[in-house]
């Protein structure tokens, strides 16, 4: 019997909605494009101008970083997250100038996260963000200002703060609000470790965490490390370190981008094993949305040495900041910033040296940008 046009016509397109199906699923290989991972990339550009410091470095522009991010499930198991950072060379003493016209490539982070084991358990592998303060584990591109508090660069770096290990993360149970423990032992690649020292650098986190109202939400929490001194390679000392951060947020639940406020106070105490100076630091931030789009920031802080001498800060030698000693920063800036995706930054700077009464008064404007699907920022 023969088959209607019509029919024989609805019966093509139904024979072939399964080739279209695999079609959009499938790359030139034949492997399904679903088990490629996310990937995005961001970038940082800087105009700078120094009112006291006439070296290049501080006026000009310049690319601050870009950062290339992998993310995707491994299996039911498994979750894997890789960035590789490109940022600025630094030039040190003795070293030719001409590195510093390049761009140092590194894997930031490169860890896989355990998704279904026992107990609630969390399990990170790999080289990851070490918990550290509220700070330190922000990439550059999460900054609430163009460059790290003086305290955090001085101490620990001024890029994000990662290391090469294993931490595992536990839920408290016997609280009545929410809090958790993140213990991890890495090799001691961060810069005030001694990485050539066979012993590990270990360290912890507490993290309290209350809904005040259904506005408002306050954090406390406090860090400790502990490893080989990088100031004394190879002579087995060793150094603590313990901070404390406070965090409080507030955005309004009645307005959809309404307005919103951050507060942050974060203080670091270093304790070198050889007991010279009382060295600590802390910074201060405030920050205001005004506008749907529209950010006003505040910011101050110190990075105290100890010493009553000039005398050069440890990670301070890889940040541009030029002044050393007991140093004090304040800093306000406005950012426009209509998407996750985007962001522009005016800013002011001024920093003091109060052991050699230098400053420098800084004038920034940044641009951050982001391309393809990324994860949520940290909280």
């Known amino acids: 019997m023969p088959i209607p046009a019509?029919?024989?016509?609805?019966?093509?397109?139904?024979?072939?909605?399964?080739?279209?199906?695999?079609?959009?699923?499938?790359?030139?290989?034949?492997?399904?494009?679903?088990?490629?991972?996310?990937?995005?990339?961001?970038?940082?550009?800087?105009?700078?101008?120094?009112?006291d410091n006439p070296t290049g470095d501080l006026n000009g522009f310049k690319i601050d970083g870009v950062e290339i991010q992998f993310t995707s499930m491994v299996d039911p198991f498994w979750r894997a997250n890789f960035n590789i950072g490109m940022?600025?060379?630094?030039?040190?003493?003795?070293?030719?100038?001409?590195?510093?016209?390049?761009?140092?490539?590194?894997?930031?982070?490169?860890?896989?996260?355990?998704?279904?084991?026992?107990?609630?358990?969390?399990?990170?592998?790999?080289?990851?963000?070490?918990?550290?303060?509220?700070h330190a584990p922000l990439h550059m591109h999460q900054f609430p200002f163009a460059d790290a508090p003086l305290v955090i660069a001085s101490f620990l770096s001024d890029h994000v703060f990662s290391d090469t290990g294993a931490m595992g993360t536990?839920?408290?149970?016997?609280?009545?609000?929410?809090?958790?423990?993140?213990?991890?032992?890495?090799?001691?690649?961060?810069?005030?470790?001694?990485?050539?020292?066979?012993?590990?650098?270990?360290?912890?986190?507490?993290?309290?965490?209350?809904?005040?109202?259904?506005?408002?939400?306050?954090?406390?929490?406090?860090?400790?490390?502990?490893?080989?001194?990088a100031r004394h390679p190879g002579e087995?000392?060793?150094?603590?370190?313990?901070?404390?951060?406070?965090?409080w947020k507030w955005i309004s639940s009645t307005r959809t981008r309404g307005p919103a406020m951050n507060l942050t106070v974060e203080a670091l105490w270093p304790d070198y094993e050889e007991g010279e100076g009382d060295p600590w630091g802390w910074y201060g931030l405030a920050q205001y949305r005004f506008h749907r789009n529209w950010w006003?920031?505040?910011g101050l802080g110190q990075a105290d040495s100890g010493l009553n001498h000039h005398e050069e800060l440890p990670g301070h030698e890889d940040h541009d900041h030029g002044?050393?000693?007991?140093?004090?920063?304040?800093?306000?800036?406005?950012?426009?910033?209509?998407?996750?995706?985007?962001?522009?930054?005016?800013?002011?700077?001024?920093?003091?040296?109060?052991?050699?009464?230098?400053?420098?008064?800084?004038?920034?404007?940044?641009?951050?940008?982001?391309?393809?699907?990324h994860p949520a920022h940290l909280y």
């Open 6 to 51: 019509r029919t024989l016509f609805f019966l093509m397109i139904l024979s072939g909605l399964p080739v279209l199906a695999c079609a959009q699923s499938s790359t030139l290989t034949g492997a399904s494009r679903s088990m490629n991972p996310a990937i995005s990339v961001n970038g940082l550009i800087r105009g700078q101008a120094s009112r």
């Open 87 to 134: 940022h600025p060379a630094h030039t040190h003493e003795g070293e030719e100038e001409a590195h510093a016209e390049g761009m140092v490539v590194h894997v930031e982070e490169g860890y896989i996260d355990g998704q279904a084991l026992p107990g609630g358990l969390g399990l990170r592998v790999g080289k990851f963000a070490l918990p550290f303060g509220k």
């Open 170 to 229: 536990v839920t408290v149970p016997v609280v009545p609000w929410y809090a958790d423990v993140r213990v991890y032992g890495v090799t001691g690649e961060a810069a005030p470790f001694d990485a050539h020292n066979k012993n590990l650098v270990g360290g912890g986190r507490l993290t309290n965490f209350w809904d005040l109202t259904d506005d408002a939400t306050l954090e406390l929490s406090g860090s400790y490390l502990h490893g080989p001194d």
């Open 236 to 247: 087995n000392k060793n150094v603590d370190m313990y901070g404390a951060d406070l965090t």
């Open 296 to 298: 006003l920031g505040l």
């Open 323 to 373: 002044l050393e000693g007991d140093l004090r920063e304040y800093k306000v800036n406005l950012t426009f910033a209509p998407s996750e995706f985007s962001a522009l930054r005016a800013e002011m700077v001024y920093y003091q040296d109060k052991v050699t009464m230098e400053d420098d008064l800084r004038f920034i404007v940044q641009a951050n940008f982001t391309i393809g699907s």
